[in-house]
């Protein structure tokens, strides 16, 4: 019998769009761009069905591996509740400006973790910077930020910036996919997020709500643990499309390390409002703090092999 299983929710990322993209010649997509990419070595990884973003989730560069990408295994093996290979038609990461066509590599047989190599790079030099691996170990209560893409709504951006936060937009959406939408409720848009976290806990164990039988999901439960983070601030929705994500720490010498691949969210909750100026005793707001994540030295074979691969 497992004993404190958590469970907990996958952050891959579902889009329900089907609008068609305008009869127009796309220049983005033609040349392989899109706008506001940043230089960081995160990328916004997509599944496209028909030219259209179907599942989408975060990916990040390995250091000594030019063109390989760690993400999520569950970005690449679910699909519409189906199992799927992705081609190198199928997957497309976007990267500090520029569009490539992806392939999946290698995965574990228990780990949350996937090797992804970016195809026809046409100039490794332009590409940016990987983080470094971590080297020393972590401790309960470092601070820790967690960086990835994923679609915001604009309700939420419009609610950040009310209280000073402005959203880092990216607007793959709008020029890349040239998605339309007139409602403001049902609009959204890729964000890069860099959330600052504490870590809470070094070896939790969950069980990850993925719909696999009970024999693998038991497997899993028994082999891995994971790292808690809480968010230093209320994410106020789901953490969604950050799967496959990189968590960083600064180092004495003002280094980014990598420390781990974002895994799964802990189900929101509705608290209470303490605020003195309710007007409804019974307001509540949804909270969204609660992340894990895959430890880096978990998959050093992974990393290791992707080195060797390059």
């Given at each position: 019998?497992?004993?404190?299983?958590?469970?907990?929710?996958?952050?891959?990322?579902?889009?329900?769009?089907?609008?068609?993209?305008?009869p127009v010649e796309n220049i983005y997509r033609k040349n392989?761009?899109?706008?506001?990419?940043?230089?960081?070595?995160?990328?916004?990884?997509?599944s496209e069905w028909?030219?259209?973003?179907?599942?989408?989730?975060?990916?990040?560069?390995?250091?000594?591996?030019?063109?390989?990408?760690?993400?999520?295994?569950?970005?690449?093996?679910?699909?519409?509740?189906?199992?799927?290979?992705?081609?190198?038609?199928e997957c497309k990461a976007f990267l500090a400006g520029r569009v490539y066509d992806c392939i999946v590599v290698r995965v574990p047989p228990l780990r949350d973790a996937v090797i992804l190599k970016m195809v026809d790079l046409p100039d490794l030099l332009k590409l940016p910077k990987p983080y470094k691996i971590n080297g020393n170990k972590l401790k309960?209560?470092?601070?820790?930020?967690?960086?990835?893409f994923h679609p915001h709504p604009l309700e939420?951006?419009?609610?950040?910036?009310?209280?000073?936060?402005?959203?880092?937009?990216?607007?793959?959406?709008?020029?890349?996919?040239?998605?339309?939408?007139?409602?403001?409720s049902k609009r959204n848009e890729v964000v890069f997020d860099n959330l600052k976290a504490v870590v809470v806990d070094l070896a939790d164990r969950i069980k990850i709500n993925n719909k696999e039988p009970d024999l693998m999901a038991d497997l899993k439960y028994e082999a891995n643990t994971y790292l808690r983070l809480i968010t230093a601030k209320n994410h106020k929705f789901s953490f969604g499309g950050l799967s496959g994500g990189v968590v960083v720490k600064i180092n004495k010498n003002g280094e980014?390390?990598?420390?781990?691949?974002?895994?799964?969210e802990k189900p929101v909750r509705l608290e209470s409002d303490k605020r003195e100026e309710i007007i409804d005793e019974a307001a509540q707001h949804l909270v969204v703090d609660?992340?894990?994540?895959?430890?880096?030295?978990?998959?050093k074979d992974l990393y290791e092999y992707a080195r060797r691969m390059r």
């Open positions: 019998m497992l004993s404190r299983a958590i469970l907990v929710f996958l952050v891959a990322g579902f889009s329900a769009v089907a609008c068609s993209p305008p392989g761009t899109f706008p506001g990419g940043l230089n960081v070595p995160v990328a916004f990884l997509v028909g030219g259209k973003a179907r599942v989408m989730a975060s990916g990040w560069m390995i250091e000594g591996a030019d063109g390989f990408l760690f993400s999520a295994k569950h970005f690449t093996d679910t699909f519409m509740n189906d199992v799927i290979e992705l081609g190198s038609k309960v209560g470092d601070t820790v930020f967690i960086q990835g939420i951006t419009k609610s950040n910036m009310a209280e000073g936060i402005e959203d880092l937009v990216i607007p793959i959406f709008k020029n890349f996919y040239q998605i339309r939408i007139a409602d403001d980014t390390e990598v420390v781990g691949i974002i895994t799964a609660t992340i894990y994540v895959t430890p880096i030295e978990s998959v």
